[in-house]
Structures are given as C-alpha cells and as structure tokens.
C-alpha cells in the first residue's frame, strides 16, 4: 500500500453510511491498519448528502479528509451523491461501486430542478472511472428486508473486489460483536448477495 | 431474550468504560475527549446538546452506567459550567461539554470564574464548526481563552485529544484555573486507532473548604493573580510534547498550524515533494503562547504561512508576540488570513491547502486534467440536496397549519424562528414561513419587542416557534419578558418530545435523565400557566383543526401559548411506527392536468410523495414514507388515501 488506501462512502442521511464506515474501521483496525474515518454529516437526519472517508495505511496516521482526486474507491448509495464524488474525489483509476436507485432531493419533488438522467450518470461514471459497478442493491435489499440493508449489500460487495484488504469475514467478525443474535443471519445474507452481485456484473 | 440482545449492542459501544486499557481501539474524537477525562478520573461532566459536541456527553453517560461518575444534560451550557464548577470547588475533577455558541451562553460565568479560580481540574471543551455544518454560525471559541485569561489546547488526531484532555486536568490543578480544550466537527467526528489506557479508581471525596472561598474581590488582585497563573501555564506549554516541529533546519517556508488543519497542511506537503523546503510547526498549546519555542522556530524563516481553523487567532497572536520579539526574530512575512493566501471564511480542505502551496512553490497540481476531463462529459451543475423535513416529520404538518392561518388572517403576518430542526421553516420545507433565526431563545425576546410595537403603528401579528428543549434553555426569560411587559405574543412550543437536531439528548419535559435514572419531568402546560397565560394544545399532524386553532389565537392579544405536540418521526419510527399504508388513487389524481399545479409536489415538498415524470401523476415513494398520513388532506381532489395498517 503507498500512502493510504483511500475509500468514499456516500449517500444520504439515513441510508446507513456512517454504520458501514465505522465497521470497516473497526475491522481494518482488528487487522492492524492505522485507520482514519472522516464523517461529514451535518444536519443528515434532515435528508442532506452523508460522506464518509475512510483512509487506511499500514504506517501512518491521515488526516480525516481525503486530498481531492485522490480515492482509490467510491462507494455510492445513491447515484446523483455518488456523481457529485467523481468530479472532486475521483481520478481514472477509481473503482465505483454505485447503487442505482436515485432518492430524489426535495428541489427536484417539487419541480425546480429535473434529477439528472440515469443512464448519463451511469456513462458519466463509466467514461471517467477506472471500473464501474452499477447495481440494483435497492432492489436486493428490500427482498432481504428491507431498504436498510443497503449498506450491507454494498459492504459485501466492496469486500468481494480484489485487492481489498478485507474480505467479508473481517466484517462478519465485526458484526458478530456488535449486532444483535437476531440481526446477525440477515446481515450476513447481504453481505453474500452484495458479492453476489459483483460476480453476476462481472459475467 | 431482548435484555440479553440489549446488552450485547451496548458492549460494543461502551469500549470507552474499559477499566483495563492498554490496547488500540477504534474512537471518534468526541469519544476519545470522553475516553481521556475518564482515564483523568473525571467526577462530574455536564453539558448541552449541540453538534459537533453532543456524543462526548452522550458517551460518559453509557459509562455513568459501569462507572461512579455523574453526568447530567443541563438545562443550558452556562449551567453546565456552573454545575460542573461546582465539582470543582468541592475537589472533584469536572468537565462541561458544548458546542462554539455554548461557551458564549457560559461567558458571564466564565470570565468570573477565571478571576476566582478553581480547585479540582476543570475543563471547559469547546466543538467548533468551521464552515457552520451544523450551525448558526461559524465563531472561533478560542477567543474565549485570551478574553477569560485561561490555557488553550488544541488537540489534531483522536489519539492527541485523549492525551491531550487527560493532561488538561492536571494542567489545571497545577494553576489552579479552568481549561479551554477546542475540537472542531472534523476532528471530533473523526474516527481513528486511539491507545487507551487503564483507568483510575474514582475514590474521589467531595468535600467544600468553608475556609476557602472562591470569588473575585479584590478584582485588580484576583486578575494579577489570574495573569501569573497564565504564565506558569506559559513555561509548562515551553516543552510541551503537544508543540513539535518537523522539516528542514533552514525552510525557505515555515508554517505555523494548529488542530486537524495541521494534517491537512502536512499530506500537501508530502503530495507536493516539498518536505525538504517547508518547515512544519504544529502547536498544541495555543494560548498563552510558548514563547521561546517560537523564537526558535522564527529565527529559522522568513516567509511564516498560518493554517488554523476558523480565525486568525495564532496568527494575530504571533504577530504580535513578534513586534515585542522583532530584534530577536528579524522580519517576517506572514502570509495566512489577513494577507488573502487563506479563505477568510469557511473550513479549510486539503484541496484549499494543495492550491496555496501550489501557488507558492509554482507548482501544478497534476489532478487538473482529470476534473477538466470531468467537466467536459458534465458541463452543469448538479442539482444542490437541500436539507428538509424527514418524512412524517411533525414540523412540516406545524408550518403548513401556521402558513394556512396567516394566510387566512391576512394582516402580513410572520414567524419569529429559534433554534432547533424547526430553524428549516426558513426554507421551502417550512414553507418559507420563518423570517429570523440567531441564538436559542432569541426568537422569543424578538417576538417580546415586537409585541410593544403597536406603539408605533405596528400591526402584523407575529408567531413565535420554539422547540421544547429550546424553550426550557433560554426561551423562558422572553416569554416571562412578554408577560412583565404586557407584550402581545403568541407562543408555538412545537414539542416533540426530544432534542430531535442533536440525537434525541433527554431534557427537563422527559421523565429520563442522561443516566437514565427516572425523574419528574417539567409540565410545559402548567409552567406556562402559571404564569398566567391561556394555553391550548394542537396536533400537528391534525392540520386543518391546528390552522383553525391558530387562526383564532392570532385574533386574540397578549401573551397566549399553543403546544404543538406530536413525537419526532424519528423516535416514533424506532417506537413501532406509524398506522398508516399511503397510496396515491391514479384514478383520482388529475396530474397536469388539475389545475393545482402539482400543489401536492411542488408545496407540501414530503420526499415520500414524489412526482411521477412518465404518468405525470404523483406517488408515494414506498421507500421513504414512513406512514404518517399528513398528506391526505392536502390534496384537492382528495387522491392521497390513507388506509389504517392491519397487524401481520
């Protein structure tokens, strides 16, 4: 690893970013990284945009803010949030991992604004980006329960890449210590079908 | 089974109450202030919810239950240091916890008490929000520390503001005076490996000397007293291991940094490859200034460049410290805020620092290509997110209620806002409705002064909002102002039951204290009539009986209180929910074709109820609706239907 492995996770409030950081930290940190988590969430629980970056080096400790085009992966929860990434934080090497589903900002409810097309946000992304994964996780994870294991879904997707320095049995660990005994099987299942979809993109 | 699974979840959060320590664990740097005043055997720690501070409290208050420490949610933040304070005179260690608009709520006290001094180590900590994320205001609270006369220290990593909060309370018992400690959000919302350490016992006995009293008579005393206590905290800051240098004997530019501005300036750095040309200072222990520490460092430069969140604090201060030191520094040019190298406002960025380091050493910043590649595919701007009202929120259905009245009453009536989650009336998602937000209480005092206009031919009615908790922390001296004063005002206390903005903290209206020890909780209905004025109570959800409720107390005069009481969606979300299924009949919905513009979209703004592009009909987002069923009874053709939930 150079400097840092520098990971984006964005959204809007609600959608479960700030959880999925804080597991991949504590799970980076069972297998000895430094870890840095910057989470930029203001007035999130009003439906405003979430990031987080999470920075991980084997030797040194970040700062809490990623230096601009310099992630090395995005993970998007919402399209329009992930879009909004590319231009300051991505560079043509960044790995995308973008949910499909857009939430539609209260501007473009109400008609003042027209929510960009997704399909050109998927081009955009695919023009720019070093690798794109466009998933349906929305989708996936209301049949898993509901739309708040979104984040699972897409964690279980990231640790499917390679190189990724955890795999999904970091995560289980982490969850396993945290979670519930009831929660845990659901969780688990949407880390596979996080992977799972990665692999079905990919063939 | 629920109590066993109860517990596993808050293990995992509670690592902070580890009585063992000696290993590395993942903390938040709000949770590290509260992991290092516990390894300190803090006592007593009180506070006012307020982000970026609200988690530090939080936090000891889970520990409160494994350890014999006490932690309160005080009623406002100046009560909080006096509580807090209190500890201290009897020998306790204490901590009071805010965020940058509390310590100016604490400032009469404070700048007393530096006069009187303290006795068990007292920490003031102050979360600033530079670029205001989630405030009224970006202010710099470190000016409190010159204005008080009292150290400051600024921790930049986690790790350094556990350390650092451990060692403010020995600081403060060596001078006998309170400690500033300033975090900013980013670095009390960052997470990062913190070593931890064992913790104390706690056997701490209180116990007020009577012989000891703490005022501060004879004042020209107490504050030459004041000044040498600074100065023994001048000579400890001297070898301070929070101050440290590093970079070349002779750099061609010297910066001078503080708090997590310092990581930024670092990382452009080492991006740059200028490790070999700039010096980098980073100063821990801003106030008073270690002075021989920065002769040292200025003798090696010219060209000093300052990075520090917010204000031109240390840099003002080391100006200064060199129009005294000039002989021995030489002459300087400082570059920072004041010279425009640095924003004058807003939060600063690795990006900001890159682009100023850039410029200075002629150097491109090779990224440029790709975000000009980027603006060529995506030549617009992306559509802003605008903050709004969650879904089911009871605020949107009490703004729609007082937007209908006005308009009924039609005298060019507004809303004197405060603050809260209800300071978004400002917005499209209230409408629009509120016309003035400042400090908590405030919309209160504003709304007393305008009530005796009619002296001078005012007569717009006015309401006055204030959320519960906000109301317990500073409203009531306005509201008892109005009273007095035979002011006309109209309260709306919208109650929901919780500090919903800063993460449902438990106030004096709710039966739970911070500990979660059952207590009394302040009736808002009878406080208010006692002091005899008539109160009614709406339900926001309820909009058309809430309109005509107002309506008619806008018709009445002086001062008259409305409870808007509904539970914050949030909290009933997690309490079970809400009863009803929503569906928009496309049948009954006429779309475009309506006339009413697309009322339900474009006004009532719910991010559950969207517009459908392609029907050209609206719809309800089943994603986001949470089932409160304020909507259906704004539609004019009656489309949006609610049906009761059966239970599965």
Redo the contacts between chains.
């Keep these: 690893m150079a400097m840092a492995l520098n990971i984006i996770i964005t959204g809007v409030g609600g959608q479960g970013n700030v959880l999925a950081s804080q597991i991949i930290g504590r799970a980076a940190v069972n297998r000895g990284y430094n870890v840095t988590i910057g989470e930029t969430f203001g007035l999130s629980q009003r439906g405003g945009p979430v990031m987080s970056h999470i920075r991980l080096s084997e030797n040194k400790t970040c700062g809490p803010l990623i230096p601009p085009n310099m992630a090395h992966m995005v993970v998007g929860l919402e399209p329009l949030e992930t879009l909004r990434v590319l231009k300051e934080f991505g560079n043509s090497e960044t790995v995308f991992i973008a949910n499909a589903r857009p939430i539609y900002p209260l501007n473009v409810i109400a008609g003042d604004v027209e929510y960009p097309d997704l399909e050109w946000i998927r081009d955009v992304l695919d023009q720019s980006a070093g690798r794109l994964y466009w998933l349906d996780a929305t989708d996936t994870a209301v049949e898993l329960g509901g739309p708040i294991m979104l984040n699972m879904i897409l964690l279980g997707a990231l640790c499917s890449l390679s190189p990724f320095p955890l795999d999904t049995g970091d995560i289980e660990t982490v969850l396993t210590a945290f979670l519930p005994d009831s929660k845990l099987p659901a969780n688990i299942k949407a880390l596979a079908m996080g992977a799972e979809l990665i692999h079905r993109y990919e063939n | 089974m629920r109590r066993a699974?109860?517990e596993?979840?808050e293990?995992?959060?509670e690592m902070i109450s580890d009585r063992e320590g000696g290993k590395?664990?993942?903390l938040q740097g709000n949770e590290a202030i509260a992991r290092g005043a516990l390894e300190a055997g803090v006592a007593f720690c009180a506070g006012y919810p307020g982000?970026p501070s609200s988690e530090i409290i939080e936090n000891l208050a889970k520990a409160s239950q494994r350890l014999p420490i006490y932690v309160e949610w005080s009623v406002n933040e100046k009560v909080a240091l006096e509580a807090a304070t209190a500890a201290s005179f009897a020998g306790c260690r204490a901590m009071a916890c805010m965020k940058q608009n509390g310590v100016n709520v604490t400032s009469d006290f404070l700048t007393n008490l530096s006069l009187s001094g303290t006795k068990g180590g007292l920490v003031l900590v102050s979360c600033d929000d530079p670029g205001g994320?989630?405030s009224t205001n970006e202010e710099d609270a470190r000016w409190f520390a010159r204005l008080a006369c009292i150290p400051l220290l600024e921790p930049a990593?986690p790790?350094e503001a556990l350390e650092m909060t451990r060692w403010a309370f020995v600081l403060s018992e060596a001078i006998e005076n309170i400690v500033l400690l300033r975090s900013v959000s980013?670095?009390s919302?960052?997470?990062?490996?913190v070593l931890i350490r064992g913790l104390p016992e706690f056997d701490v006995k209180a116990r007020f000397d009577p012989d000891i009293p703490f005022h501060t008579f004879p004042v020209v005393d107490k504050d030459r007293a004041r000044h040498e206590k600074l100065n023994r905290a001048a000579h400890d800051f001297e070898t301070s291991v929070f101050n440290s240098y590093d970079g070349p004997e002779n750099p061609e530019l010297l910066i001078i940094s503080s708090g997590?501005a310092w990581?930024?300036a670092?990382?452009?750095v080492?991006?740059l490859r200028l490790e070999e040309r700039v010096g980098l200072l980073k100063m821990g222990t801003t106030w008073p200034l270690p002075q021989e520490l920065l002769k040292r460092h200025l003798r090696q430069c010219d060209q000093i460049l300052f990075v520090e969140e917010i204000d031109a604090f240390l840099e003002d201060n080391v100006k200064a410290f060199c129009a005294d030191a000039g002989e021995e520094t030489g002459t300087k040019v400082f570059m920072g805020r004041s010279s425009g190298h640095i924003p004058l406002c807003g939060e600063l960025?690795?990006?900001i620092l890159?682009q100023v380091l850039g410029e200075h050493f002629d150097q491109a910043?090779e990224?440029d290509r790709?975000?000009a590649?980027?603006?060529s595919?995506?030549p617009e701007d992306?559509?802003?997110?605008?903050?709004?009202?969650?879904p089911g929120c009871p605020h949107r259905g009490s703004y729609y209620a007082i937007k209908t009245a006005l308009a009924w009453d039609n005298r060019d009536g507004f809303v004197s806002g405060d603050i809260g989650?209800y300071s978004?009336g400002l917005f499209?998602?209230g409408f629009n409705q509120v016309k003035s937000v400042h400090a908590m209480g405030s919309g209160l005092g504003l709304a007393s002064g305008y009530g005796k206009l009619d002296l001078f031919g005012f007569d717009q009615p006015v309401i006055t909002v204030c959320g519960d908790s906000t109301f317990f922390h500073a409203g009531l001296p306005g509201l008892i102002n109005a009273k007095f004063n035979r002011a006309d005002i109209l309260l709306l206390i919208l109650d929901n039951s919780a500090t919903?903005?800063t993460g449902f903290q438990p106030h004096p209206g709710i039966d739970t204290t911070a500990m979660g020890q059952p207590t009394d909780p302040v009736d808002l209905e009878s406080l208010c009539r006692s002091l005899g004025m008539p109160v009614e109570v709406a339900d926001p959800y309820d909009i058309n009986e809430s309109a005509r409720t107002i309506y008619g107390l806008l018709k009445q005069e002086g001062p008259r209180v409305l409870v808007m009481r509904r539970k914050c969606a949030?909290v009933q979300g997690r309490e079970g929910g809400f009863p009803y299924r929503m569906r928009v009949d496309p049948d009954a919905c006429a779309g475009e074709e309506c006339g009413c513009n697309?009322y339900c979209?474009?006004?009532f703004?719910?991010?559950g109820?969207?517009?459908n592009t392609l029907s050209k009909k609206a719809e309800i987002?089943s994603?986001?609706c949470v089932g409160c069923g304020i909507c259906a009874d704004i539609c004019p053709q009656g489309a949006i239907e609610r049906t009761v939930v059966e239970e599965e």
């Design positions: 699974e109860k596993k979840e293990e995992g959060s590395e664990i993942l982000n994320i989630s990593t790790r980013r670095l919302h960052t997470r990062s490996n997590c990581s930024y670092r990382e452009s080492e991006i960025s690795p990006s890159l910043w990224q790709f975000q590649h980027v603006n595919l995506m992306l559509p802003p997110r605008a903050f709004g009202f969650c989650c978004l499209p998602t919903a903005m949030l697309r979209t474009r006004i703004r719910c991010p109820l969207i517009w987002d994603v986001i």
